[in-house]
Structures are given as structure tokens and as C-alpha cells.
């Protein structure tokens, strides 16, 4: 009689990626031929399963996902793929709960109640879409698998070698690992084939001026809260009707402004006509007076209204899948600014132009001839000089009204150039900007700005497939792709819903909320006891505040993230850092993990692959561009599906590797 044999596996994080992992362990498993062999699955958690940290259906409903419910999916919907077992996407998941409402609360059913599929859904009803995907899977687990969950952290993954007991690194890094001794902080230690990092969000120390931040407000007796997942904060720590400065005007920033606001027990009211956009707050009396700064002096650009993730007026002309293919049959490794931008920006402009020529002809002189030569000029004949781009600039001189003309780099700093005479007149200023940028979102695909940030959003999705597992030179994604280009796409097209610019307007004009200005400067006044930031495109005196929030997540970096497991996978020599060549041959610590595709596994201290360990998500951000969206579901064709089920195609790769062993 053959010995059966037990495939031992340790998920390490439960959240979102980790859960892709099992469900794509279990759909592999039951697809397959498992005579004689048997699976247990350990997953390892503080937090509860499905949900994990970030998704936890108990937070406050105040905070929004950042895409439509057509979005998301925990459940891959590609034929190629072993079939799922039982789940689908959330908006799948959406409609049924909306029939039957099992499971859910009332404050779940009232949410899902007027939830359409062009809505942005609340991170808390997304956990529990997670959590119930979670347990439909558990509930149909195929015969021979055991899932057991540990609702406590790993602190170690030291490697089984063979013929010694010893810990060392090298043994596992030369391929003499045949499993691992996962140590939880609980105590109990777990042995097992295989393991895998789906760490999700890890806390960060902090950089020196936060903890020169930390310490004064220690000290002082001063407020500070450092970078934290919003949900994580007390914000009921933060004082009625006091001052309190926040820095960072991302995505986070909305979090930090409802929970202040709408969470104090402000409204906010539709004012003037219905559906003009314009909104009037209702102050509860309990708001601190929130003072808002970041670099660009401005949050990011709102999402325009469309009825799906990218705009269907807009096809890629320029940045294809065609011309990315060139750049591989002739053997070139292409360049972010000399190849790669210069293909993008035109299709940037031709979506501004040919927007602008049909939803306001009478800013063109003759826009049939206008986009004939235009066409003509953007070809990409020439791209290795700037050519093209003067006469383009000709063009445009020629034929659009000045006021109409795109500033593309400028559409991610609309302050610059520009002083204030006051913090006053910088909130008129600002307030302007906001209400102009929420009346675009609503106009949708007849809005030019919004579509050339439409084209941006497209083509970022083809860049994640493109760059990905080296496809560009170091030195160009570190000054180009990650050095410059990143944060302007994301201050244009990584926005929140236009509710929320409508919202912070409204803030403002109420002031309850007032700014700072760009490229501000902030230091702490110890003999005030108080935060100060400044701004030298502002000539008025500091804001001051005796409370200071940074409104972002920790920084995404191995380097710096506070986590026991990977100190001492690094420590071990099991992992390392991916060091990068930037200009002049400099080396560079990136931001994540070294590793070696496909699946994804780390590399050692000495160069060589850690067999039986595997990353997924977060970590990956030094080989994958993008890495902060978890699993998704984008069209089924196109470059756009193929970047949006990344994430998945990554958890199917990893379990069929672990189950081939």
C-alpha cells in the first residue's frame, strides 16, 4: 500500500491576497488527481480571516473603497484558470444580498439598499462580502483538505534542512529546505512544506522628522498621530473646535476629513439646484478647525463619472500592445522617458483634443482639420525627439482658443506659479479649484481634461504589464517611472469619488477647513507648543496648530517595515531588498523584495532562490508597479484585464506550485 502523503502549508496573512492564495490552492486541489495525498492549510492572522486588517466589516461605514462596486472580486473569472468552488465578485455578491440579505446586519442591508453598481461601497461592507466569500469556500472544502486558522502573528520561518537541525540560511538558499518551522508569537510552532508571504500592510518605523514629530509632541505634551491605516485611529482623541494640521491631501485625507466632520455629527446638504454638485455643510459644533497641507497644495483630482472603470470613448492609439510588442522583437528593453512617456502623452493629448473638438467645436478652428493634422503630427515616426511635441504646440497655437489648451503637467500642480496674498485667498482659490474640478467629474466623457486623465488611467494599466519583472531599465524606473511619473498619475488619476471634492468644498466655504499652500515647510515651536507649517507660495503667518495628523499609510517599504517575521527572514539571509543601478552606476535600495518570477519567490543573501517561499502583493512593489490594489476585476479583454488580474493569475501560480511538489 502506498504511504499517503500531507502537502503542509502556512498562509502568512489573511486579508485579501492571502485569501486569493487559499481559494486558489482549494479550486487547483479539487481539479486535480489527489489519490493517496492530503492538504492542510495553517493561516496565520491577527485578524479575522477573509477580511483581514485593512477590510474589517466592524470600522466605520464613513470609509469608502476607492472604486465602483462593478470593481472588485476576491473570485478570478478567467476561463484559463481552474474553476472556482464558490463565490464570484462583489458586485455578483451585491445583488444577491440585496435579494436575501442573509448574514448582514441593518447597517449592511441599509447600505446595500440604495448601492448601485456605479457606486463606491464602504470598505466595511467589502470585508464582509470577503468574510461570507470566505466561509461559502470553507463551507465547500473538497475531500482530503484541512484548513485550520491562527488568530496570532509569525515571528519566525526558520527552515528545515536535511541532515542537520541547523538555521542557518544558506542550507535553505542552496536548496536544501524541505519545509519550514513557522514560530507564532502564541508560541506554538507550525511545520510545514511551504509558506507563503501575503503580508498586506506592514507597520513602518518612522522617517527622522516624524520621530523628531513624535518625541516633541511627547515632550511638549502636543498631539501627533503618525502614518496609521485610518481605521487604526482614535479620532475621538482629537479636540472639539482646536486647530489641528494634516498633512497629506491623498486619499487617506478624506478619511481623516469625515471622520472629523460627518463623524462628529456634521451633514452635508445638497445646495441650489438638484444635482448642480454644489453641497453646504452643516456644522455639529464638536469640528476641529482642520488645516490641510500637502506638497501640491491641492488634493488629487476626483474620479469623473463613468459608467465603468476606464472611459469607453477612449482607445489607446499610441501606447498599444502592438507597440510594446516592437520594442521586444527588436530586442530593446525599453526606457519610461525615451520610449515609453512619449507614447502615452500622445495619447493623452489626442483624448483632450478629440474630446475637446466634439463637446465644445466652437474652441477649434475648423476641428476637422485641426484633428486630421493633428493626427499627422502625433505619429510616432519621430519620438526620440521633441520634434513632434513642437508641432503639436504649433497646432494647437494655430487652431484652439487659448483658454482651451492643454497643460498636461499642470492639470497635477494647478496652484503652480501662483502666490497668494493669504491663507484667505488661497482658500477662495482653492475652493474654486474644487468646484471646477467636481463639475468635470460630472460631465464624464465629455469633459477634456477628464478624458486626457482618462487616456493617463488606461495607460497606466498597460505600463503595470509592461515594466513588471524588469521590463524596463533600473535607472529608468527609479528617476522615471517611480521618480517623477508616479505621483503625477496618481495626483490625476487616483483619486476620490467627485462626492468627496464636493464635500471638502463645502468644508471650506463653512470654514471648518482651510489650507496651507504648496511645498510646505513644517517644523514644531517648543516654546509655543505648537506644530507649524508654512508655505512660501503663501505670505501670511504660519498656521499653527497644537495637533498635528499625518494623513497617509505607512511607508510600503521592506527596509523599514517593523515586522519580526521579515527581520529575521533578512537577518537569516532567507530574503534581501532588491538594490537597483540608478544614474552613474549608484546603487539603489528599492522598496521591495528581491525576488525570482514565476511564481514569486525571494532571493537569498546570496543571490539564490529561497525554494518553498513565496510573495505575493505588497512586497512585490520593487518587480510590480501597482502593488497597493489587492484583487480585482477589470474588462475581460485588453491589455486592462490582462494588468487587473494580476494579482490573481499570482495566487494561481503560487498554488500550483506548491501543489506539484
Known amino acids: 500500500m502506498a504511504k499517503s502523503q500531507t502537502i503542509r502549508v502556512a498562509l502568512i496573512g489573511a486579508g485579501p491576497r492571502g485569501t486569493s492564495v487559499l481559494e486558489r490552492l482549494l479550486a487547483n486541489w479539487a481539479a486535480g ?79 446595500l439598499a440604495t448601492l448601485e453598481s456605479n457606486n463606491f461601497p464602504s470598505r466595511a461592507l467589502y470585508g464582509r462580502y470577503l468574510r461570507q466569500t470566505l466561509a461559502g469556500l470553507l463551507e465547500r472544502l473538497p475531500d482530503g483538505v484541512e484548513v485550520i486558522f491562527h488568530e496570532t502573528t509569525a515571528v519566525a520561518a526558520r527552515p528545515l534542512v536535511k541532515g542537520t537541525v541547523n538555521r542557518v540560511g544558506d542550507g535553505a538558499a542552496n536548496g536544501l529546505a524541505d519545509g519550514f518551522d513557522v514560530e507564532l508569537a502564541n508560541g506554538a510552532t507550525l511545520t510545514v512544506g511551504s509558506v507563503v508571504l501575503a503580508l498586506g500592510h506592514v507597520e513602518s518605523r518612522l522617517n527622522p522628522e516624524q520621530r523628531s514629530f513624535k518625541r516633541a509632541a511627547d515632550e511638549q505634551g502636543l498631539l501627533y498621530f503618525p502614518p496609521a491605516p485610518p481605521a487604526d485611529v482614535d479620532w475621538q482623541s482629537v479636540p472639539d473646535n482646536e486647530p489641528v494640521l494634516v498633512r497629506g491631501m491623498g486619499l487617506n ?28 455643510y452643516r456644522a455639529s459644533g464638536r469640528e476641529p478647525k482642520i488645516i490641510a497641507a500637502s506638497r501640491r497644495g491641492t488634493p488629487y483630482r476626483a474620479k469623473a463619472g463613468l459608467d465603468g472603470y476606464y472611459p469607453s470613448s477612449i482607445t489607446m492609439r499610441y501606447l498599444t500592445e502592438d507597440a510594446v510588442d516592437r520594442f521586444r522583437a527588436a530586442g530593446i528593453q525599453p526606457g519610461f522617458d525615451h520610449d515609453l512617456w512619449p507614447l502615452l502623452h500622445r495619447d493623452a493629448l489626442w483624448a483632450y483634443y478629440s474630446t475637446l473638438a466634439r463637446s465644445q467645436p466652437t474652441a477649434i478652428k475648423d476641428p476637422a482639420q485641426f484633428l486630421a493634422d493633428l493626427e499627422d503630427a502625433l505619429q510616432p515616426h519621430a519620438h526620440t525627439t521633441t520634434h ?37 485667498e488661497l482658500d477662495s482659490a482653492i475652493t474654486a479649484y474644487l468646484d471646477d474640478d467636481a463639475r468635470r467629474s460630472a460631465l464624464g466623457e465629455a469633459d477634456p481634461v477628464k478624458m486626457a486623465i482618462g487616456a493617463l488611467h488606461t495607460g497606466r494599466a498597460i505600463l503595470k504589464s509592461v515594466v513588471a519583472d524588469g521590463g524596463i531599465t533600473d535607472e529608468s524606473w527609479l528617476s522615471g517611472l517611480r521618480g517623477w511619473f508616479e505621483s503625477f498619475v496618481e495626483g490625476l488619476a487616483s483619486g476620490a469619488p467627485a462626492l468627496r471634492s464636493e464635500q471638502l468644498a463645502a468644508l471650506a466655504r463653512a470654514g471648518v477647513v482651510s489650507f496651507v499652500g504648496p511645498d510646505p515647510k513644517f517644523s514644531v515651536d517648543r516654546a509655543a507648543k505648537v506644530f507649524r507649517a508654512v508655505s512660501p507660495w503663501v505670505h501670511d503667518a504660519p ?56 511564481p514569486y519567490r525571494p532571493l537569498a543573501a546570496n543571490g539564490s532562490v529561497t525554494r518553498n517561499l513565496y510573495v505575493l502583493g505588497l512586497q512585490l512593489s520593487s518587480v510590480q508597479w501597482g502593488t497597493a490594489i489587492a484583487a480585482e476585476a477589470r474588462p475581460r479583454t485588453g491589455p486592462a484585464y490582462a494588468s487587473g488580474q494580476r494579482t490573481l493569475r499570482d495566487a494561481d501560480e503560487i498554488a500550483r506550485s506548491i501543489l506539484a511538489r
Open 33 to 111: 488527481s489527489r489519490s493517496g495525498t492530503t492538504l492542510h492549510l495553517d493561516v496565520v492572522d491577527p485578524f479575522p480571516a477573509g477580511s483581514g486588517h485593512v477590510w474589517q466589516p466592524e470600522q466605520s461605514r464613513l470609509y469608502l473603497m476607492n472604486t465602483q462596486s462593478f470593481y472588485p472580486t476576491l473570485i478570478p473569472e478567467d476561463p484559463m484558470l481552474a474553476p472556482p468552488l464558490a463565490g464570484g465578485s462583489f458586485d455578483q455578491w451585491r445583488e444577491a444580498r440585496r435579494r436575501d440579505g442573509s448574514g448582514l446586519n441593518d447597517a449592511e442591508k441599509a447600505e
Open 543 to 598: 498656521a499653527e496648530a497644537p495637533a498635528l495628523i499625518e494623513a497617509m499609510s505607512p511607508a510600503n517599504r521592506v527596509g523599514m517595515n517593523v515586522s519580526p517575521l521579515l527581520e529575521q527572514l533578512m537577518a537569516d539571509g532567507l530574503v534581501r531588498t532588491k538594490i537597483m543601478m540608478g544614474g552613474e552606476g549608484a546603487p539603489v535600495q528599492t522598496t521591495g523584495l528581491d525576488v525570482e518570477p514565476h
Open 253 to 280: 485625507f478624506f478619511d481623516v476629513m469625515g471622520q472629523l466632520t460627518e463623524g462628529r455629527g456634521g451633514k452635508f446638504v445638497e445646495a441650489g439646484a438638484p444635482g448642480a454638485g454644489v453641497m453646504e
Open 388 to 424: 513632434w511635441e513642437s508641432s503639436v504646440g504649433d497646432l494647437v497655437e494655430k487652431h484652439v482658443v487659448s483658454s482651451r489648451r492643454l497643460n498636461l503637467r499642470g492639470l497635477a500642480a494647478p496652484l503652480a506659479g501662483r502666490t497668494f496674498a493669504s491663507r484667505r
